[in-house]
């Protein structure tokens, strides 16, 4: 290939270089690639940023090792969950890789991401461990969370991953108190709050907001609108569902959500905008294969038709596939092999998973108070529990 190609109208993907893939590269070129996202981005109170979105052929077979590993973990994590292994609620995110990856691939590790329940792949993006991963989604103690946290609890501070929330929105004030601790600090990093469009009506996110722009927080709001809170269509509780412009005064971008370049092109321009001038909104147009969480079938408030008609047409991880095959960047049996390499480092991790304990009973009282209880054991059999405070 020609060390610079202008592609167009091919839809995205780059990935960031985490540390959970082992896998052999299928190329490993640097030479530059311009592509142009699959469809314009959409702006409110800001130009909004060139379609042309730089890449490399070796980020582009990472973003599709990093999009299929999430979409093998997210399976996997449905089959534990109905063989009862995993417990409680559990969210997935399979079709909405394509943000994680995206934006993980325009950032660092020094800026910070929070976000809401579905929170599997956002921790793996973040450079976090399949055997953590499946761990914690087991309550084993040798979890992301020390098996105390859950599906819903992820958390990885070493990489400024501040978690997974179950209170539906609350983590944006939180997100919105972290931008301000870094401008506080003079630092030239941004905090992404992502939530759903499912919450993008509650209260405190524009009280958040609100002092954000006051302020001039490097605080970036991302609705992940897959367009059904648990099974309630957006239209059917946002009277404005034009989620970017939900800002009223604070700039906003909607971006197509499944095409990883036009996510990370997005994501870039956004953290250059909250550094220098406050708070921006990004709707993330993306689609959630799976329920609203494991109790809900997902086929009761949409057709079969219409789930199918995203994956056939929009799903991220073929995006990729086809701007591989299309410019001779792999093979198909190459990406077979890549997936099939995949299977096995997710099956293996769950082998790994399964042999950690669950947490000790007397867990239960750590990580309570910042002091600790003091916790004794009584009873015939020693099982009985009593905390006090010291």
């Not at 996202?37 to 979105?53: G, I």
């Not at 939180?174 to 919450?199: P, V």
Request: proline share 4%.
């Amino acid at each position: 290939m020609a060390a610079a190609a202008l592609l167009r109208r091919i839809p995205a993907a780059r990935a960031p270089a985490t540390a959970f893939m082992a896998a052999r590269p299928i190329s490993d070129s640097t030479a530059a690639l311009t592509i142009e996202t699959s469809v314009p981005f959409t702006s409110h109170l800001v130009d909004p940023p060139s379609r042309d979105v730089t890449t490399t052929p070796a980020e582009l077979v990472t973003f599709f090792r990093d999009m299929s590993l999430m979409r093998r973990m997210e399976i996997a994590a449905d089959s534990l969950y109905k063989a009862k292994l995993i417990r409680g609620f559990c969210h997935l995110y399979d079709g909405q890789e394509a943000v994680a990856v995206g934006m993980e691939a325009a950032i660092t590790r020094s800026d910070s991401i929070i976000t809401a329940y579905r929170d599997h792949c956002t921790y793996l993006a973040r450079g976090g461990d399949l055997v953590s991963a499946f761990s914690e989604l087991m309550g084993r103690e040798g979890g992301c969370s020390r098996g105390k946290g859950g599906s819903m609890h992820f958390y990885k501070k070493d990489a400024n991953f501040y978690g997974g929330h179950g209170i539906v929105g609350a983590q944006v004030p939180l997100g919105c108190g972290l931008a301000f601790a870094q401008k506080y600090k003079k630092e030239d990093t941004a905090t992404f709050a992502l939530y759903g469009d499912g919450a993008a009506n509650q209260g405190q996110l524009f009280e958040a907001l609100n002092i954000s722009a006051l302020w001039k927080l490097p605080a970036i709001l991302v609705c992940e609108n897959n367009h059904y809170g648990m099974g309630t269509a957006e239209w059917r509780a946002a009277k404005s569902p034009a989620y970017y412009k939900r800002g009223d005064y604070v700039p906003g971008l909607k971006v197509d959500g499944m095409d990883v370049l036009a996510v990370k092109q997005a994501c870039k321009f956004a953290k250059d905008h909250a550094v220098a001038n406050g708070p921006i909104v990004l709707e993330m147009d993306t689609y959630r294969y799976h329920g609203h969480s494991m109790s809900d079938p997902g086929s009761t408030y949409r057709t079969r038709d219409e789930i199918s008609g995203v994956r056939q047409e929009r799903d991220p991880i073929e995006r990729v596939r086809k701007l591989l095959l299309t410019h001779d960047l792999a093979t198909a049996a190459e990406l077979k092999d890549m997936e099939k390499e995949i299977r096995k480092q997710v099956d293996d991790a769950i082998a790994k998973a399964k042999e950690s304990s669950m947490p000790d009973t007397s867990e239960l009282f750590t990580n309570v108070y910042k002091k600790g209880f003091g916790v004794e054991s009584f009873g015939p059999d020693r099982k009985e529990l009593r905390a006090s405070l010291p």
